[in-house]
């Protein structure tokens, strides 16, 4: 579910009429910040027969009647979604997200890469720092300027050198993806750069000339152990041999759909470890807490807005699995949006104890772009019962 809230900004009170007004502290009254600069505000109330919906684009409030919605927005298939599943917070979300097409102006929160194209050993381009944050968050900065530690990255505007560690890391960057090795951002690197993917870093990171690799995770101790493809967490982290039942639930209202892509996705990952998934309503006490989340939401890993990092999981025995709320999910190929079940299918792997693999075809693999779908692969198989020592 989106997590509700309101910032008591009574300037919104003074344009919202009064008998409305005196109602927002009332429930079932929920408020949505949708991040997008032409739709601030998403509030919305079920009164039987007089469903409406208060909407603040670019700072005039508008009222609707549902059966009106068409009225506000382009998007057809979204509103047709809409009225057909019914209202909820999951579906109203997102019908108000932004387009993300390839006409977008904006369609990636990884598009300040693209200016980047080219830049090599030497040269010094505002934008740099940035794209150390992303080798860093993803796994290929060390600390201490090294590839055997992290090295923490400079303020904005002070360190847009690409220099020889950031040599380094692209080399490591393309030999993960199995790209040519140059050392520079050509145009294959940071096409895949740009691909919407996991928030977890990659673990296989590889030496020239090397296949295998242990590497450290940022925020954890020890290193990660990489066999084959597939990847384990440092440690080989594990449920215990006793847990094998597993519980998983939603905050209240999360959406069908969504429900019943997990339920799906869990099914698959039941058919081929010694584990079994049962939903329940327990958000609380639940062994895997599933959620949508945006930007900055209090776990250390802020989401970044639409088409870059799409969801995250953390390993056993944490259990939370959070989605990125900004995205346009929805089930099965559909263009322009994210299935839910794929990714979900990949994010479970983590909460069980997977890595990333370097195998495209795995679901493990961190990349996946709008409109695909994906199953388990052998890789994802035999990663899970290795790991398990099944």
Known sequence: MIQSFWDGDEDWEEKICPKFASRLSSPPFLAIRVFSKNIALLLYEFCNDDDFVLINIDGYLLRRQVNKLECLLE????????????????????????????NDKNPSSFEFLKHLQGCKKGDKVKGITKLKGYLKQFGYLSRNGS???????????????????????????????NLEVTGTLDAKTLSKMMMPRCGMPDSNIKKTGSRHREIQEPGRQGFIHESSHYAFFNGNLTWPPSKTQLTYAFPSGTNSDARQSFSQA????????????????????????????????????????????????????????????????????????????????????????????????????????PGGTKGLSSDDIEGIKALYQE
């Open 75 to 102: 998007d057809e298939h979204l509103i047709d979604n809409l009225l057909e599943r019914g209202i909820d917070d999951f579906n109203i979300f997102q019908l108000l997200q932004p387009h993300t097409d390839s």
């Open 147 to 177: 590839n055997n530690e992290f090295k923490a990255i400079a303020a904005p505007d002070d360190d847009d050198d690409f220099d020889e560690v950031m040599v380094s890391a692209i080399n490591a960057y393309q030999q993960n993806y």
């Open 266 to 369: 869990f099914q698959k990952w039941a058919s081929v470890s010694r584990f079994t998934f049962t939903s329940i309503e327990d958000f609380a006490n639940a062994d895997i807490k599933i959620s949508f989340q945006a930007y900055d939401h209090g776990d250390g890993s802020p989401f970044d807005g639409p088409r870059g990092v799409l969801a995250h999981a953390f390993p056993p025995t944490d259990g939370r699995l959070h989605l990125d709320a900004s995205e346009k999910w929805a089930v099965g190929a559909v263009p322009g949006a994210f299935d839910i079940g794929t990714v979900g299918l990949h994010e479970i792997g983590h909460i069980l104890g997977l890595q990333h693999s370097t195998s495209e075809k795995a679901i493990m693999y961190p990349m996946i772009g």
